[in-house]
Nanobody, 122 residues
Framework: QVQLVESGGGLVQAGGSLRLSCAAS????????MGWYRQAPGKERELVAT???????NYADSGKGRFTISRDNAKNSVYLQMNSLKPEDTAVYYC????????????????WGQGTQVTVSS
């Protein structure tokens, strides 16, 4: 069984910073892409940033220049450094990983964390 566990959310004032962390654990064979998504109240879940196993990154326009995604392959972990936060960044942030489990080595599946709340006050 595979689990993704996020941490690092919280309440911060506009202009502040937060660092989100996500660790994948369980019967993992290999992890391909990892990423962060967010969902604000009344809105659909949207991409924040992704990173490949080789370190190539992709960002939504909303976070370019303010957010930085990184990963530690040895720890099966992905991080999101968020600077210059705005009230519109308020959302539940979800970690995502596309990976192969030891039970199904030929299948790449998407796994999600439980989400961590980020609230930015004005």
């Amino acid at each position: 069984q595979v689990q993704l566990v996020e941490s690092g959310g919280g309440l911060v004032q506009a202009g502040g910073s937060l660092r989100l962390s996500c660790a994948a654990s369980g019967s993992i064979a290999t992890i391909n892409d990892m990423g962060w998504y967010r969902q604000a109240p009344g809105k659909e879940r949207e991409l924040v940033a992704t990173i490949t196993s080789g370190g190539s990154t992709n960002y939504a326009d909303s976070g370019k220049g303010r957010f930085t995604i990184s990963r530690d392959n040895a720890k099966n972990s992905v991080y999101l450094q968020m600077n210059s936060l705005k009230p519109e960044d308020t959302a539940v942030y979800y970690c995502n990983a596309h990976l192969k489990s030891l039970e199904r080595l030929f299948l790449v599946r998407a796994y999600w964390g439980q989400g961590t709340q980020v609230t930015v006050s004005s």
